[in-house]
C-alpha cells in the first residue's frame, strides 16, 4: 500500500467474538482514520484517533495508536454477522498538504 | 451530515472514449477533494488531490494527462478518463474534506470496464 500494511489481511470469526485488526504506517501524522467499507461500495468513517491521544471507543469500537511503534489497533467487540466487510486504517500526512493515504485493509467476515 | 454524491456507479466504454465521473459534494463546500482507485480485492490507492480553483497534483506514477482533474468549485469535481484502455478497468471513488483534517466522506465509487 502506499502507506503502510495492517494485519491480518482477512479475518474470519464466529458471531460474539471479537475482532482485532492492526496497522502500521510510515510517517509523521496529524491523525489516523478508520474506515469500513462493504463489497463494490464506498467507504464509511468509523472512527478518528488524534496524534496525540493513545485510546478512543466509540460503541463496541476501540482504536489505540502507538505513535512511536507508528502502529495502531481496531478492536470490535461482540461482532455480529453485519460487521462483514473490509477495514482500512488511513493516516493524513502531517507534512506538505493534507492527504489521506489508506492501508491494505483487512477482510473481515463474521460467521453467524 | 456531509454528503458525496458520485456519479455515474457503473459506466461500460469503448477502448479509445473518454469517460467522464462526477464527485458532488452536496450539503457543505469541499476546499479539497481525493480521488482513489482500487483494485478488487485491494487498498484504495491515492491519485491525485484537487483544490478549488487550482490545478491537480497527482501522485506520482499517475499520468495527469490520462487522468483529467476539475475543481471548478467548491462543490464539484471531475475525473475523466481519457482515451481508455482495459486496464483502466477499475473502481474508482472520490472524497471531500471541508479541510478541517477531521473525518472525510467518500462517495459510492465508480466501477469503469472499458472493453
Known amino acids: 500500500s502506499q502507506q503502510g500494511e495492517e494485519d491480518p489481511q482477512a479475518l474470519s470469526i464466529q458471531e460474539g467474538e471479537n475482532a482485532t485488526m492492526n496497522c502500521s504506517y510510515k510517517?509523521?501524522?496529524?491523525?489516523l482514520q478508520w474506515y469500513r467499507q462493504n463489497s463494490g461500495r464506498g467507504l464509511v468513517h468509523l472512527i478518528l484517533i488524534r496524534s496525540n491521544e493513545r485510546e478512543k471507543h466509540s460503541g463496541r469500537l476501540r482504536v489505540t495508536l502507538d505513535t512511536s511503534k507508528k502502529s495502531s489497533s481496531l478492536l470490535i467487540t461482540a461482532s455480529r454477522a453485519a460487521d462483514t466487510a473490509s477495514y482500512f486504517c488511513?493516516?493524513?500526512?502531517?507534512?506538505?498538504?493534507?492527504?489521506?493515504?489508506f492501508g491494505a485493509g483487512t477482510r473481515l467476515a463474521v460467521h453467524p | 451530515g456531509a454528503v458525496v454524491s458520485q456519479h455515474p456507479s457503473r459506466v461500460i466504454c469503448k477502448s479509445g472514449t473518454s469517460v467522464k465521473i462526477e464527485c458532488r459534494s452536496l450539503d457543505f463546500q469541499a476546499t479539497t477533494m481525493f480521488w482513489y482507485r482500487q483494485f478488487p480485492k485491494q487498498s484504495l490507492m491515492l491519485m491525485a488531490t484537487s483544490n478549488e480553483g487550482s490545478k491537480a497534483t497527482y501522485e506520482q506514477g499517475v499520468e495527469k494527462d490520462k487522468f483529467l482533474i476539475n475543481h471548478a468549485s467548491l462543490t464539484l469535481s471531475t475525473l475523466t478518463v481519457t482515451s481508455a484502455h482495459p486496464e483502466d478497468s477499475s473502481f474508482y471513488i472520490c472524497s471531500a474534506s471541508t479541510g478541517n483534517n477531521y473525518g472525510y466522506t467518500f462517495g459510492s465509487g465508480t466501477r469503469l470496464t472499458v472493453v
Open positions: 510517517t509523521s501524522i496529524n491523525n
Open positions: 488511513a493516516t493524513l500526512f502531517s507534512g506538505g498538504y493534507n492527504k489521506l493515504i
